[in-house]
């Protein structure tokens, strides 16, 4: 490798990113070093009032987190679940229509949430369920099952067979065997499968705008579009906030990234 | 299958309830707000709705240009994450991030960039040489439209690169080799060897991006909100606004039914396409 191309591909990730150390660095300045003409690109010192802001005053970040919190592991769990009781379905019970199935989850992946979006208000509203986490929860579930499926299909298609007859033949019923064979065996697949199902839950907007407009039940994203500024957008701490929300994911894509990947690439690819 | 009973359940009941209620007129806003059957009259309105065949168009164009940057992006992105050097990992990790972030996040980061008064992006571009004057990227149509498209290819671009990498690492080595020995160049054997073999991946790259841009809502809601005067509204956006801020949900309904009409030409498009080239 020439060191030149080398210095080129640096530039490259360099300017990828740059957008994001943007984020980081306007969040530890001081409100006047933002709003200043000509910019100054770094912060003079570790300003950290903004960090503070968003906990002390103004709207309810904490619970905006909490709130994103339970909706994004809720969804996980619940599409883990049902996502891999069908996909081991899928797998072992030669299903004769399991194409078709797939095509069905797979198109629903990729539905415009504004096409459903109403009647799922109207039946929301009905059932109560507006402003509550379960709310939030049950449409994440099925708008990400498809995914789970997907990747977890092809998870369980790589184990071993001949565990599972063995176990049948121990005297371990059907359950048992998902439960203390399949589960421990497809774990890291579980494990990527859930890490996609949460970050898209957490990223969420469009229903979570719409089904928890209470000012105590909105999810991160929603409520950091709603920062009130009294005289201008206060970026600082829209920033820090930001940056409070983005961080675990970021650590996750970067200490997890191979998993992410395969999981991403996985249908694309077979 | 508890599975598919949940999804018929959310997703396809709902599609047939949509489309129920695009057939009546609906209005939350009045006191009673009963629904009555009113037939196609919804749809009838619809197709004198110029700002629905704008918001159509502009849909469009914004796919159309997204999907085509990021293409061109992504596989130039790919190739060079294909190479071996040091570092590698890191970097590939590291166009993650990008795609990582939630999309409301990136569009209150790009609106920051793109500020007439103290954005980055007027200050850059001063530098270089490029513009005299500050420019109000948002607050021009033209301008709003291509800043969209910018924070839109940044955000989606890591997704394309790494399916594509995906692609490039399943073709075998021997074919390059056997490529070189016969004296084919570099570009030749871009051209007959690498492009043909990712063909198929291409495709389905194109297919979730393109669907995925077509839906696009939480960028341009935050960014721009459809400013200035509706010139970057899209489909979702004013079905969005019909239902929620105008609270007319039968003609809402009929908006988002033909949006996922359209949307299921796109895949069955797609879908054709990939069936000839298996």
Not at chain 1, 190 to 211: D, Q
Not at chain 2, 72 to 78: E, H, K, N, T
Not at chain 2, 109 to 121: A, E, M, R, S
Not at chain 2, 259 to 269: D, E, H
Request: glycine content about 6%.
């Amino acid at each position: 490798m020439k060191k030149t191309s080398f210095l080129i591909i640096m530039v490259v990730i360099l300017a990828i990113i740059s957008p994001f150390i943007w984020q980081v660095l306007t969040s530890f300045k001081l409100p006047s070093e933002i709003f200043i003409k000509p910019i100054r690109y770094l912060p003079s010192q570790l300003y950290l009032k903004n960090y503070n802001a968003i906990f002390t005053s103004g709207p309810p970040f904490a619970t905006y987190i909490k709130n994103s919190a339970i909706v994004a592991s809720g969804s996980t769990l619940f599409c883990v679940l049902f996502g891999s009781i069908t996909a081991y379905a899928l797998t072992r019970l030669k299903v004769r229509a399991n194409k078709l199935i797939m095509a069905l989850f797979l198109s629903v992946a990729m539905f415009p949430q504004i096409a459903i979006v109403s009647p799922l208000f109207l039946l929301m509203r009905k059932a109560g369920l507006l402003n509550t986490y379960l709310g939030l929860i049950i449409p994440y579930t099925a708008f990400n099952l498809p995914l789970a499926v997907w990747m977890l299909t092809s998870f369980f298609k790589k184990l071993p067979l001949e565990i599972e007859e063995q176990a049948l033949i121990d005297g371990c019923g059907p359950l048992g065997v998902l439960g203390r064979i399949v589960f421990p065996l497809a774990a890291p697949g579980i494990f990527a499968t859930s890490i996609l199902v949460f970050i898209f839950a957490w990223n969420e907007f469009l229903f979570a705008l719409v089904f928890n407009t209470r000012y105590t039940m909105r999810t991160v994203t929603v409520g950091i579009t709603m920062f009130p500024g009294l005289y201008e957008i206060p970026w600082g701490t829209i920033f820090a906030a930001s940056t409070i929300v983005t961080l675990p994911l970021v650590l996750i894509v970067l200490l997890l990234q191979r998993q992410i990947i395969s999981g991403l690439t996985m249908g694309a690819v077979k | 299958m508890p599975s598919l009973a949940i999804i018929i359940l959310i997703a396809f009941v709902p599609i047939l309830y949509t489309f129920w209620l695009s057939l009546h007129s609906l209005n939350l806003k009045s006191p009673l707000a009963t629904s009555n059957f009113i037939g196609l009259s919804n749809y009838i309105l619809l197709l004198k709705d110029f700002r629905m065949w704008r918001a159509l168009w502009q849909t469009l164009c914004f796919t159309v240009t997204s999907v085509s940057c990021e293409l061109v992006f992504g596989l130039i992105l790919a190739l060079i994450l294909n190479m071996t050097f040091k570092l590698r990992g890191i970097c590939r990790a590291s166009i993650l991030i990008p795609w990582a972030i939630p999309t409301v996040v990136s569009a209150l980061l790009w609106t920051w960039i793109f500020n007439d008064q103290y954005g980055v992006f007027n200050d850059i571009l001063n530098k270089i040489g490029i513009i005299k004057v500050y420019k109000s990227w948002l607050g021009v149509p033209s301008l709003a439209f291509f800043s969209i498209i910018i924070a839109e290819v940044w955000k989606t671009t890591p997704f394309v690169a790494l399916m594509l990498l995906a692609g490039l690492q399943m073709i075998p080595k021997d074919l390059y080799e056997a490529a070189r020995i016969d004296g084919a160049s570099r570009l030749r054997q871009f051209q007959f060897i690498t492009l043909p073999l990712l063909k198929p991946i291409i495709l389905v790259a194109l297919l979730f991006r393109t669907l995925d841009a077509f839906r696009v809502f939480d960028l341009i809601y935050v960014m721009t909100a459809g400013g200035p005067g509706n010139s970057t509204e899209v489909l979702s956006l004013y079905t969005y606004k019909t239902l929620f801020s105008y609270l007319d949900f039968g003609y809402g309904c009929a908006l988002s039914f033909v949006t996922f009409a359209v949307a299921g030409l796109i895949s069955i498009f797609y879908i054709l396409l990939l069936k000839s080239e298996i």
